[in-house]
């Protein structure tokens, strides 16, 4: 299993609520951004992938990449 970090988020990183946001679509945002990044340092591989975002299984990881469309 891996360690993972505690994620240490600032508000400058996410949007201000300000009259209202879409939330699912900023969740969206940081999901394609996540799996993109594990894919690379994973050479693609989505099992390698889903276990460094800490998914149960690379089928989950599929269903979040055809859901957010990500190659």
Do not use: C, F
């Not at 992938?49 to 089928?59: C, D, K, R, S, V």
């Amino acid at each position: 299993m891996i360690e993972r970090p505690q994620l240490k988020t600032t508000t400058k990183e996410l949007p201000d609520i300000g009259d209202g946001i879409d939330v699912q679509h900023v969740l969206d945002g940081i999901k394609r951004k996540y799996i993109t990044q594990a894919l690379k340092k994973t050479a693609g591989s989505k099992k390698e992938a889903a276990e460094l975002l800490g998914l149960p299984n690379y089928q989950t990881l599929s269903n979040w990449m055809e859901k957010l469309d990500v190659q």
